[in-house]
């Protein structure tokens, strides 16, 4: 602890310099080091440094202002009412405090609250003016934020207008925006298949789709949204927060499963450990409560600090943790030979499953942490999915330990590893190293590539140790006899897997393309990729400017692809497997589009129907004829919207393409293309 001035200016100045790197990460690049504890915990050292040592308070210390999401490449757009942020507290006491102060100001006990989730997503003020949606902007630094309504408008739960008639002519509604855990597992998966960095948790992932700059590739992310306050608002109806949440659900937006109106602290703190046990179920993630004044006259009269107000707190539910023993630390090498280190632990029980294991990230990581084999470690979920290691426990180091040496040879092929500058990973440059090998493997054979029933993980690690296979093609080249050596390998399983490799050679050309492990393509750039250039030829062939303008490719990907292609040693791969048999089939051979009174047309679809599925209104035009596209151009011949309809159908109107709803598609499907609605 810092007694001396001379150590409080040091460590201020230290902590600020922590603080105001991990806002760096946290607001703008999405992708923080620390858990929100923890983070909190330096925070508040600092706020508690600069109170005992005032001489040394600043007005734009990080204990004084809040973080700032705003980037270079996004218009600013200024809040009409500021977003403040919320005081945090992780006990009764300081809730009751809070509590007390109120009481002063208002000489009554009994004050009524509203107490709400607090949900753990990415701030956003949504503006409506005469009851539509004009313009979405993130926090920023409470003041101005980044203009990202292109984004949010893909958002399909959220309405572009406010039902019924009864709204302020103008108002500014806050919310957060966050995301499923389903969809978060879907598109890590994804992008571990593709070799990109992987999201550490569903906040972060949603905080980097809403600062896409491309809104399609932001639409193929469910994004969700919830909605709980109130910004500028005029004319002002309001008398009370839960009057607020009741107008959210007249308007029919997005808004909590449930808030309690509480009077006094017993029945306050009642409604918070109600809360902390119904959380879990809700679809987003909820790490506290906050508790506000019912009464908005007494909000304002209240007011508040530079930073925070005095009539609102967060009181945050502790992260769970354990602690546990490091058994050893060990290496992962990846698909694209990025070197992963991992903890391997004492299993213990943490927050319902059972942890033996948690990811160390990189070298950095470890080395800054101090993390070594034999260290009793504090492990943390706090709504990350995988668990971190948060801090070694002092004074349980065994005597003989060493630091963490990270390996400067590949641990599978010894092969001396590198590390690009402003990159935090460590790779292994051998594309021959056996693991990487293995999990190309593995990953072409997966069901989300070629599906290549019996070409599991334990047999690709057979069939690599013992060099039958060293690259893709070989797989098509083994025979009978080289199976039949294989652990559990009989004369039926053989036979099978060497059926299942035949049927392989035939399959969707998405499937390759995806199947083939390019940096940044994932199933559904592999698929937007098959549909507009159906034959691999031409696709290796493509210049990065051809791959630009397919729909749903941006620049990096487009650049991965020409890159991928221009490499002789991935061309040869390429020949190769075509001279083993390979025929994928493009869209255009995957079976001609059916004749019918559709034919030649094209529909994108929006919104919900009050019947179809969209899935179910796809395969109804298809089969008539006509074709889905994705996106709104001035080729589409129609839209098919339903409610909730998003940025497509403003597009369409602009673009003057005619609209139909569901029962003008079931009279076109009967009349033919030409009965316009
Ligand atoms: S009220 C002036 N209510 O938490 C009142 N904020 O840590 C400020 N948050 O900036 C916000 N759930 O982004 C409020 N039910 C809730 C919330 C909530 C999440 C966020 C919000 C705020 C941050 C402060």
């Known amino acids: 602890m810092a007694n001396t001035e001379r150590e409080a200016a040091e460590r201020i100045r230290e902590l600020r310099q922590t603080i105001t790197g991990h806002d760096e990460r946290y607001y703008r690049e999405a992708s923080p080091e620390i858990s929100d504890p923890e983070y909190d915990r330096l925070k508040q050292e600092l706020t508690d440094l600069e109170a005992r040592f ?4 600043s007005a734009d210390s990080p204990a004084q202002t809040i973080g700032d999401d705003r980037l270079e490449a996004f218009t600013s757009y200024r809040h009409r009412e500021p977003m403040a942020s919320l005081d945090n ?11 007390q102060r109120l009481v002063k100001l208002f000489g009554e006990e009994d004050l009524a609250y509203v107490v709400e989730p607090k949900i753990d997503g990415v701030a956003v003020s949504l503006t409506f003016e005469e009851g539509k949606l004009v313009r979405a902007v993130t926090r920023g630094n409470g003041i101005e934020g980044d203009d990202v309504t292109h984004n949010v408008r893909t958002i399909r739960s959220l309405p572009a207008r406010l039902a019924g008639e009864d709204w302020p002519a103008m108002i500014e509604i806050r919310g957060e925006i966050f995301m499923e855990t389903a969809e978060f597992e879907r598109i890590n998966t994804e992008r571990a298949e593709a070799g990109l960095p992987l999201y550490a948790n569903p906040r972060n992932l949603a905080a980097g789709t809403v600062k896409l700059l491309d809104s399609r590739e932001a639409a193929k992310r469910r994004l969700r949204i919830v909605l709980y306050g109130r910004g500028y608002c005029e004319p002002m109806p309001f008398e009370r927060q839960s009057g607020f949440h009741d107008a959210l659900r007249k308007w029919e937006l997005p808004t909590v499963d449930k808030y309690w109106v509480t009077r006094g602290m017993e029945e306050t703190w009642k409604a918070v450990t109600e809360l902390d046990a119904l959380r879990h179920d809700f679809a987003y993630p909820t790490d506290g409560a906050v508790i506000k004044l019912d009464s908005i006259a007494r909000q304002e009269e209240a007011g508040s600090t530079s930073k925070a107000p005095r009539w609102a ?11 546990t023993v490091v058994r050893a630390i060990s290496i992962q090498v990846g698909r694209t030979g990025t070197l992963t280190p991992v903890a391997e632990l004492e299993p213990v029980p943490l927050a319902g499953s059972t942890v033996s294991r948690a990811t160390l990230h990189n070298a950095d990581e470890i080395a800054r942490k101090d993390v070594r084999a034999g260290d009793a470690v504090l492990v943390e979920k706090a709504g ?20 963490y040496a990270f390996p400067e040879k590949c641990p599978v092929c010894e092969t001396a ?5 402003n990159e935090v990973a460590t790779r292994c440059p051998n594309l021959s190293c056996p693991a990487q090998v293995r999990r190309r493997i593995q990953h072409f054979a997966s069901r989300q590539c070629m599906d290549i029933e019996g070409l599991g993980e334990a047999v690709v690690d057979q069939l690599v140790n013992r060099g039958l296979v060293h690259s893709l093609p070989d797989l098509y080249h083994l025979r009978l006899e080289d199976l039949l050596d294989l652990e559990k390998f009989a004369q039926k399983s053989s036979e099978n897997l060497l059926r299942a490799l035949e049927e392989s050679k035939s399959r969707e050309l998405w499937r390759l393309i995806h199947g083939l492990g390019i940096q940044h393509i994932g199933a559904t750039a592999s698929k937007d990729l098959a549909r507009a250039i159906p034959d691999l030829e031409k696709l290796a062939a493509a210049s990065e400017e051809e791959l630009t303008v397919i729909d749903g490719i941006g620049p990096i990907t487009a650049r991965s692809i020409a890159a991928y292609f221009a490499n002789a040693d991935n061309r040869e791969l390429i020949h190769k497997l075509t001279a083993a048999g390979l025929t994928v089939r493009g869209e255009e051979t995957a ?20 019947t179809l599925s969209r899935t179910g209104a796809g395969e109804l035009i298809e089969s008539a004829g006509g074709r889905v596209v994705s996106s709104v151009s001035k080729k589409t011949d129609y839209v098919l919207a339903g409610e909730e309809a998003g940025s497509k159908l403003d597009k369409a109107r602009s673009l003057g393409i005619p609209v139909l709803d569901e029962s003008d598609l079931r009279k076109l499907l009967q009349n033919g293309g030409n009965g316009e609605s």
């Open 54 to 57: 005032p001489q040394f308070a």
């Open 89 to 99: 507290t992780y006990n009764e006491e300081e809730l009751r405090a809070f509590h």
């Open 313 to 323: 707190i967060a009181y945050k539910f502790a992260a769970e943790r354990a602690e």
């Open 384 to 403: 990350e999915i995988i668990p971190a290691v948060v801090a070694v426990v002092p004074g349980k180091r065994p005597p003989d330990s060493q630091p």
């Open 417 to 421: 590893v590198i590390r690009l500058p």
């Open 591 to 610: 079976g001609a589009p059916a004749e019918g009174p559709l034919s030649g047309k094209s529909f994108v679809l929006t919104g919900k129907l009050p």
